[in-house]
Structures are given as C-alpha cells and as structure tokens.
C-alpha cells in the first residue's frame, strides 16, 4: 500500500543554518505530497502543498519540489529561526478507491533551532 | 483558529470506560476524518465521515465508533478502553469528500487512560 518515509529525528540546528528534512513515498499513480507542521501542544497546520510532479510548494521560507523521478519530498529552509522548532510531517494523498481524500503520514521529523 | 473545533482538550479516564470525543467541522466543510497520534504508530487515520454517510474507514478498532450528525459534527466514541489507547486524537475536516488538496485540522483531544 501506499507510504511515507522520512528523516529520522530529532534535528537540532544553529538559528540561521540550513535545514533539509528528506521525505520519499511509495505509491501508485500520482497523490498530491503534503508537508504538515505541529508546534508543542497544538494541532496540525498544513505548511505547504505540490498536487503534481515538478510542482514547489512554498510557505514561510521553507519549500519542497514534488520528484516523481526519485519519488521524493524533501523539506528545505534556507535559514532557520527558533521560532520554526516544531514536529514536521510528510504527508500524502490517498487517490484511489477508499483512501481517496485521506492522508497518509510519516512519522514525523522535530526540528529543534538553538539561538 | 483553524476553525475546527474539538472537545474536550483533555481527557482522564480509567480502563473499561467509554467516552465520545465531539468535532464541529469549519463552517461550510461537508467531510469530517479523525486520525489517532500516538508515539509508536505515529498519525493513523481513523475514520471519515462525509454529509452523514461514512465515506472509509481506516485502522479504526472494532471498540471504536463515530458518527455525523445532520449539522455535520461528529463524535468519536471509545469504549472498553485499554491503557494503549491513550494518545491525541485529532479531528480535521475539507469542503469535498474526494480530492481535497488538504484539510483543516483541529487542536486535538488528549485522552489519557489509567
């Protein structure tokens, strides 16, 4: 069936250093990708989005570029701040038959950002 | 506010006990998914509702039920309950039943069973 694997955490980063979280999938067709952030002690909130191949999602700084090639996510920030330490994950779109709308998680990557 | 309203926050229980978790969906959003967070499995998608009817079901046990009503809330019942069930669970709700680009989540109940 379909899935997401990403990175391993937790990452922990200098304010300002770059951050790239990898994210690959497997899955028939084409599901749109997903990148979901969880600050501590809240809920979900959708970070950025890529409904087709070659496609760069992009918000707040950080982007990702839907790989079909390489079947691929991957997170990128050029310059992180503190205030980006959160759980971040990958996520993607069922499309066929009964898990079509649903999504599909990785088992999320927390990103910790030292001052 | 992402406008998807869950209740309770948090929530205390013994093991055998039963309790209903209540989602209010985004105004206007027809489709209702509830996704379990726990540290071993990670987010697991549970169960989703659209208009009233259910749309698919997930790795959602047997324990474990839900419904939407005809104002479009739905509630998350789970009984029996056993000292591996504590974990967050989240709500979130879309526009559409299919192909939705993402949905909204809410800020999740926390159940914790002792």
């Known amino acids: 069936g379909d899935s997401v694997t990403q990175m391993e955490g937790p990452v922990t980063l200098s304010e300002e250093a770059f951050l790239t979280i990898n994210c690959t999938y497997t899955?028939?067709?084409?599901?749109?990708l997903f990148w979901y952030v969880q600050y501590p002690g809240e809920g979900l909130q959708l970070l950025l989005k890529?409904?087709?191949?070659?496609d760069k999602g992009s918000n707040k700084g950080f982007e990702a570029t839907y790989r079909k090639e390489t079947t691929s996510f991957h997170l990128e920030k050029g310059s992180v701040q503190v205030s980006d330490s959160a759980v971040y994950f990958c996520?993607?779109?069922?499309?066929?038959?009964?898990?079509?709308?649903?999504?599909?998680f990785g088992k999320g990557t927390k990103l910790s950002v030292k001052p | 506010d992402s406008g998807v309203t869950q209740t309770p926050k948090h929530l205390i229980t013994a093991t055998g006990q039963r309790v209903t978790l209540r989602c209010s969906p985004r105004s206007g959003d027809l489709s209702v998914y509830w996704y379990q967070q726990s540290l071993d499995q990670g987010l697991q998608f549970l169960i989703q509702?659209?208009?009233?009817?259910?749309?698919a079901k997930g790795n959602i046990l047997e324990r474990f039920s839900a419904q939407q009503f005809p104002d479009l809330h739905s509630e998350l019942n789970l009984s029996s309950l056993e000292l591996g069930d504590s974990a967050l669970y989240f709500c979130a709700s879309s526009a559409t039943g299919g192909r939705n680009y993402g949905y909204t989540f809410g800020s999740g109940t926390r159940l914790t069973v002792v």
């Open positions: 899955a028939t067709g084409y599901p749109s």
């Open positions: 996520a993607l779109e069922g499309i066929h038959g009964g898990s079509q709308g649903n999504l599909i």
């Open positions: 890529a409904t087709k191949a070659d």
């Open positions: 509702y659209y208009n009233g009817e259910e749309r």
